[in-house]
C-alpha cells in the first residue's frame, strides 16, 4: 500500500464543552454545547489529509474499550489506513476542553493509564508514504521509523507543540521542524519568537514557528520570513494546529513550492477555527481552496 502521509503518534477521545468563561474554584457552570469524536494530534492530522484529498496512514494507540472502537470506526469512515493502529487492554486516552466564546480554549488529557508503543525492528516503515509526520507522543516507535525514513529519502515532518522527550529527540532527526511558539522558546531558550526561530534555524534547514492568529515565522534554507493568519470568525482554535500540520505534510509529500506550502496550511488551520470541536473542524479541500481563492483575490 502507497499513501500520501504516514501520522505516527497520540489519538484519544475528546469531549469539548462550550463554557461561557473559565470556571474559578469551586464554581459549577453549564455548557452551552457539547462535541464528542475522535482526538488526537497525529490522528486529526490522518483526518485532515483524507479531508484535504490525500491518502493517510494513522500508526499509534487504541483501546478495546468504547472509546477506543468509537475512535476506531470513525478512522475507518473518514478512509484512514489502520493497518498499523495497534489495540489494546490499556484505557484510550481521553481530552476534556473547555471552549471560550472567543474560541480560546483549556485542555485536560488524562493518557497516564496507557503505555508507550515499544520500537519496532528498523526497516517496518509500512506502508510506503511520500512523507511522513510525527507528534513526539510515541518516543520509543518515533525515532527507527524517522531514521528508516531518512535512509529511505522520505521527508518527515514534527508536529512540536511542548518540549517533551520525544519532540527533543525528533527534532534533531526530521526534515521539517513545526514547532508551536511555546516549544520555540522552550527549545531555543529565547522567549522572543524572533530569537527562537534563530537559533533553531541555526540547526534546522527548515523551521516553521506558528503564533496562532499572529500567524508564522519561517526560516528554509538560509532565508527567513513571516505569513500573517488568514483572518476567519474562530469559534474554536482546538485542532487548528491538527489540521496545520496534516495539510503541511501533505503538502510535503506533494512537493508544493515553500510559499504554497505554508499558505496552504496556514488556511487549513484558519478553517479549522470555524467550526466547534476539533475532528469536527477540520476543512474539506475544497473550504481550503476557496479561502486561498478568495485571499488571492
Not at 515499544?118 to 507522543?137: C, I, K, N, S
Request: hydrophobic share 40%; charged share 25%; aromatic share 6%.
Amino acid at each position: 500500500m502507497d499513501v500520501d502521509v504516514l501520522c505516527v503518534g497520540h489519538a484519544c477521545y475528546d469531549l469539548a464543552l462550550s463554557v461561557p468563561r473559565h470556571p474559578g474554584p469551586d464554581e459549577k457552570l453549564f455548557a452551552e454545547r457539547l462535541a464528542l469524536g475522535g482526538g488526537g494530534p497525529a490522528a486529526n492530522a490522518a483526518v485532515a489529509v483524507r479531508r484535504l484529498g490525500g491518502s493517510a496512514s494513522f500508526l499509534g494507540y487504541l483501546g478495546n474499550d468504547d472509546w477506543g472502537e468509537r475512535h476506531a470506526r470513525e478512522l475507518a469512515a473518514e478512509g484512514v489506513d489502520t493497518s498499523l493502529l495497534v489495540r489494546g487492554d490499556a484505557p484510550t486516552p481521553l481530552a476534556v476542553s473547555l471552549v471560550k466564546p472567543d474560541g480560546a480554549r483549556s485542555v485536560v488529557n488524562h493518557s497516564a493509564a496507557t503505555p508507550k508503543l515499544e520500537a519496532e525492528p528498523a526497516g517496518r516503515l509500512r506502508p510506503a508514504a511520500r512523507a511522513v509526520l510525527f507528534d513526539g507522543h510515541e518516543p520509543k516507535v518515533s525515532p527507527p521509523i524517522a531514521a528508516e525514513a531518512r535512509r529511505r529519502g522520505i521527508p518527515t515532518v514534527l508536529d512540536a507543540g511542548s518540549c517533551h522527550e520525544g519532540t527533543r529527540t525528533l527534532a534533531g532527526m526530521v526534515d521539517y521542524l513545526v514547532a508551536s511558539e511555546r516549544f520555540a522558546a522552550q527549545a531555543a531558550g529565547a522567549s522572543d519568537p524572533e530569537e527562537a526561530l534563530r537559533r533553531l534555524g541555526a540547526s534546522h534547514p527548515c523551521v516553521v514557528v506558528t503564533l496562532g492568529e499572529r500567524g508564522l515565522l519561517w526560516s528554509f534554507r538560509g532565508e527567513r520570513g513571516r505569513l500573517p493568519a488568514y483572518r476567519v470568525r474562530c469559534l474554536d482554535s482546538t485542532g487548528a494546529g491538527d489540521a496545520f500540520h496534516g495539510a503541511f505534510a501533505l503538502g510535503v509529500a506533494r512537493r508544493m513550492d515553500w510559499e504554497s506550502l505554508l499558505r496552504f496550511a496556514s488556511a487549513a488551520g484558519a478553517l479549522a477555527c470555524t467550526r466547534f470541536g476539533a475532528r469536527q473542524g477540520l476543512p474539506s479541500a475544497e473550504e481550503v481552496a476557496g479561502l486561498l481563492g478568495r485571499a488571492g483575490r
